[in-house]
């Protein structure tokens, strides 16, 4: 599977902005799906998943409330709607992927994905 987002941009602090990740060369049928986001000089950090064992979400607790993830079967595609953004959600967001059914807190961790989109900068400032 090959994961390709985009959406990224520069946006003023309230704002909003869609980020979307496209799969080609299978389905995200049955898989683990989310995003990651990382910082220069951090490490990557779990910002959403939809899990498919359950088709439940979860979210940091940084984004709750403000992000939501949804994805479209149909169009192969993943997405993070991001609202009322924040200055430290400046970040390159990654979409990930993964066809293992892992317990729920180890897909927090960023080594239980084997499929990784390129990366979309996000930008929050004034």
């Known amino acids: 599977v090959q994961l390709q987002a985009s959406g990224g941009g520069l946006v003023e602090p309230g704002g909003s902005l869609t980020l979307s990740c496209a799969a080609s060369?299978?389905?995200?049928?049955?898989?683990?799906v989310g995003w990651f986001r990382q910082t220069p000089g951090k490490e990557r950090e779990f910002v959403a998943v939809?899990?498919?064992?359950?088709?439940?979400?979860h979210y940091a607790t940084s984004v709750k409330g403000r992000f939501a993830i949804s994805k479209d079967n149909a169009k192969n595609t993943l997405y993070l709607q991001m609202t009322n953004l924040k200055p430290e959600d400046t970040a390159v967001y990654y979409c990930?992927?993964?066809?293992?059914?892992?317990?729920?807190?180890?897909?927090?961790?960023?080594?239980?994905?084997?499929?990784w989109g390129q990366g979309t900068q996000v930008t929050v400032s004034s």
């Open positions: 990930v992927a993964s066809p293992r059914s892992w317990i729920l807190s180890e897909l927090w961790n960023a080594e239980r994905y084997e499929y």
């Open positions: 060369g299978g389905t995200f049928n049955g898989y683990n």
């Open positions: 939809f899990r498919a064992s359950t088709r439940n979400k």
